[in-house]
């Protein structure tokens, strides 16, 4: 799909909750120009107790279909929740995305290797095919 396809999916972090896999609420609790308040709870299995962030998301676009989304914590359970989105146009015509995510999290709780693990090498895959499946039902 194009970027202006998939920029409003990765943009609009309210409706995370009904796409993304372990996104158990998300919330836009505020917006003023290009700067959004999110909110997200992510569904941790148990033992552990669900992670949640309130974090300050700032959007720029560029020339050429570019897009962007990062984020700093403002307050959750987690010391670091930083990250972003880049959406730009791939392929020879530019009707593709190249869809890139960078992501660099400390939860405030003791998290097994396995898990981590298992975040890397399975819920990652989930993220971007859930992202693929959100942008053909919304066009």
Same mark, same amino acid.
């Not at 700067?35 to 959007?59: G, H, N, Q």
């Given at each position: 799909? *194009?970027?202006? !396809? ?10 995370? !909750?009904?796409?993304? *896999?372990?996104? !158990?609420?998300?919330?836009?609790k505020?917006?003023? +120009?290009?700067?959004? &308040?999110?909110y ?11 992670? #949640? ?8 676009? +560029? ?13 959750? /359970? ?7 989105? /880049?959406?730009? *146009? #791939? ?14 999290? %400390?939860?405030? /709780?003791? &998290?097994?290797?396995? &898990? &981590? ?5 399975? /819920?990652?895959? %989930? ?13």
């Amino acid at each position: 799909a *194009p970027p202006k !396809k998939v920029w409003p999916v990765v943009r609009d972090c309210q409706f995370f !909750k009904t796409f993304m *896999p372990r996104t !158990k609420e998300s919330e836009l609790k505020s917006r003023s +120009g290009a700067t959004r &308040i999110c909110y997200t709870k992510v569904d941790m299995p148990f033992p552990f107790s669900d992670l #949640w962030a309130d974090v300050k998301s700032v959007e720029t676009s +560029g020339a050429n279909g570019h897009f962007g989304r990062s984020w700093t914590l403002i307050k959750g /359970t987690y010391r670091r929740n930083n990250g972003s989105w /880049t959406v730009q *146009p #791939w392929g020879s015509a530019g009707e593709e995305t190249l869809l890139i995510y960078t992501i660099d999290l %400390d939860p405030m /709780t003791n &998290i097994p290797d396995f &898990i &981590i693990r298992k975040a890397q090498t399975s /819920t990652l895959p %989930d993220v971007f095919e859930a992202i693929r499946k959100r942008v053909r039902a919304l066009n």
